[in-house]
């Protein structure tokens, strides 16, 4: 049974791009959460989502911020107009039901 | 959620058994005592979780006391790649839409030789 997986695991961008990190979670999971971790920091929840609706995105920026998890295919979080701020390491996490979360490798986004 | 207090480091010999803390005095009847670890550069490990009893898998064991007010993270023999920080999480079982983890600072364990 595959894990969490998230791609790109780096990815460089430039002020002003747009970035868009995708994230596959376990077989049979319907429950998908983003954090973000900055440099030497903890990890933050931004958002959760089940299919197709966004639960809490409580710990979302309110600009530039999105994610989504469609019904077919990878939960999608994107970042428009990057600014350096916004290089940290993008973790998804999965769950079958609301317990134990089961996290990805992360992608590490860096904004030059 | 419970706010939870930990040493910020530790160290342990290898082959020894590491013992992580984690005060959690404002827990309440429903809240789930979690712990998480993150080896470095990668994505946070599911450990363990319970809400009153002790529990043990094939990681770690869960110490928690009777007033549920604290617990304890057993890892009987720790290796070099226990490294990592470890993180406590109090967190109400979330049959609804709380699914959220709120992750403080961890107790950064360092396993040596």
């Known amino acids: 049974n595959a894990g969490v997986m998230q791609n790109p695991r780096h990815l460089v961008r430039r002020r002003g791009q747009e970035a868009r990190l995708r994230c596959s979670p376990m077989?049979?999971?319907?429950?998908v959460y983003w954090y973000r971790q900055l440099p030497e920091e903890g990890l933050k929840f931004m958002v959760y989502?089940?299919?197709?609706?966004?639960?809490?995105e409580s710990g979302m920026p309110k600009e530039r911020f999105s994610a989504e998890f469609p019904k077919e295919g990878p939960s999608i979080l994107r970042i428009q107009q990057v600014v350096r701020g916004d290089s940290a390491a993008y973790f998804c996490?999965?769950?079958?039901?609301?317990?134990?979360?089961?996290f990805g490798p992360g992608t590490r986004l860096t904004v030059t | 959620d419970a706010k939870t207090t930990q040493p910020t480091s530790m160290d342990c010999a290898e082959g020894r058994a590491a013992n992580l803390p984690c005060n959690h005095s404002?827990?309440?009847?429903?809240?789930?005592v979690y712990w998480y670890r993150q080896i470095h550069s990668q994505g946070p490990q599911y450990i363990i979780h319970?809400?009153?009893n002790n529990e043990t898998n094939e990681m770690a064991s869960l110490i928690i006391t009777e007033d549920r007010k604290s617990s304890t993270l057993i890892l009987p023999h720790a290796t070099l790649r226990d490294t990592a920080v470890y993180y406590c999480?109090?967190?109400?079982?979330?049959?609804?839409?709380?699914?959220?983890?709120?992750f403080g600072k961890g107790t950064k364990l360092s396993v040596k030789p």
């Open positions: 996490a999965s769950s079958k039901i609301p317990y134990e979360q089961y």
């Open positions: 077989k049979g999971h319907s429950h």
């Open positions: 989502l089940q299919k197709e609706n966004i639960i809490d």
């Open positions: 404002t827990i309440s009847g429903n809240e789930y």
């Open positions: 319970g809400l009153k």
């Open positions: 999480i109090v967190r109400v079982d979330p049959g609804g839409s709380q699914g959220n983890l709120i």
